[in-house]
DNA sequence: AAGTAAATGCAACAATGTTGCGTTTAAGAT
DNA sequence: ATCTTAAACGCAACATTGTTGCATTTACTT
């Protein structure tokens, strides 16, 4: 479907920031900090982009998630997300080397028995390690400084 | 042990509030915040108990998580704990009522297979949902504000 | 008891996120 | 096409969380 029909069909307005942003998501499938999104546009505000961000994730069209340094990451909602709480159904993955996240879709979160009254909602599962590229440029020593396409 | 000791043992001077700190996260077992801490805790400079739990991090005294909210919180390392990546071996419980986060000692964090050339360094487990207390609280309708002391 | 490195307290700063408000604009109505 | 208006934006100011520099104090060694 097309990216302004499908802002619009969330009651947001599709204007010009809201279609790049939402398109880098789509178009990556990585987990964004407010950091990387800033310097991939430069010519959003900065305090448009937190705006975009909460509009999105409330109208259920990204989902937040924290990083290993405990930092706000967005990414996108596939487009089975049952909604607002579409980050737990899934594994995320940190890379310590680059600092990319990647959402792995494939992987649904583990089933985990527990002791006690605990009563359990959900989980986030945060794995880390190095992602696909670094393994590679780490054989070959070299630097990793590029965000580069991943599909995951 | 002695408190006292164990602080000294990891070369680092046991002064008043070193030790405040550190009997309050070995008696409840609970990653703590730094707002609750400093309640807990007022007469200890802001500044100084961010240091103390920085010194006590790197000393693998404690360790640090991050909760549901994306808050940083501590917690004390069991004793027989590997050092400073304790936390990555077992899962934490976050109660969606009262906040507080539990360190669930017992419960190790899960074997997962993930696809493609990702290289697994270790994981983080987050639990969220009610905890005990406020499960009883909630069928009592009762008021559910006091921290009170909890072992996992 | 004295000496010294470590720890503390305070102020200033930095990073991250929020709020208020006047201006601009997207999208529906005319 | 133009008008209308609620929504979104841009900017400044503020809030929260965490860090750094430095003068003073204190825990531990001798
Ligand atoms: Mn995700
Ligand atoms: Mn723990
Ligand atoms: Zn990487
Ligand atoms: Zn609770």
């Known amino acids: 479907?097309?990216?302004?029909?499908?802002?619009?069909?969330?009651?947001?307005?599709?204007t010009p920031a809201r279609q790049l942003v939402y398109a880098e998501l789509t178009r990556s499938h990585m987990a964004y900090s407010h950091a990387e999104l800033e310097a991939l546009f430069l010519d959003i505000d900065r305090v448009t982009l937190y705006r975009i961000l909460k509009d999105f994730e409330d109208a259920g069209l990204v989902h937040k998630v924290f990083d290993t340094q405990g930092s706000t990451r967005f990414a996108i909602c596939h487009h089975t997300c049952p909604g607002k709480h579409h980050a737990e159904n899934h594994v995320h993955f940190n890379c310590n080397d680059c600092g990319?996240?990647?959402?792995?879709?494939?992987?649904q979160t583990p089933e985990i028995n527990i002791p006690g009254g605990f009563r359990v909602a959900g989980m986030h599962t945060l794995?880390?390690?190095?992602?696909?590229?670094?393994?590679?440029?780490?054989?070959?020593n070299e630097p990793t400084d590029k965000i580069q396409e991943v599909i995951v």
């Open 1 to 14: 479907m097309d990216i302004v029909q499908q802002i619009r069909d969330k009651g947001l307005k599709a």
């Open 100 to 107: 990319r996240m990647f959402c792995l879709q494939a992987v």
């Open 127 to 140: 794995i880390y390690g190095s992602c696909e590229k670094c393994n590679q440029l780490t054989d070959k």
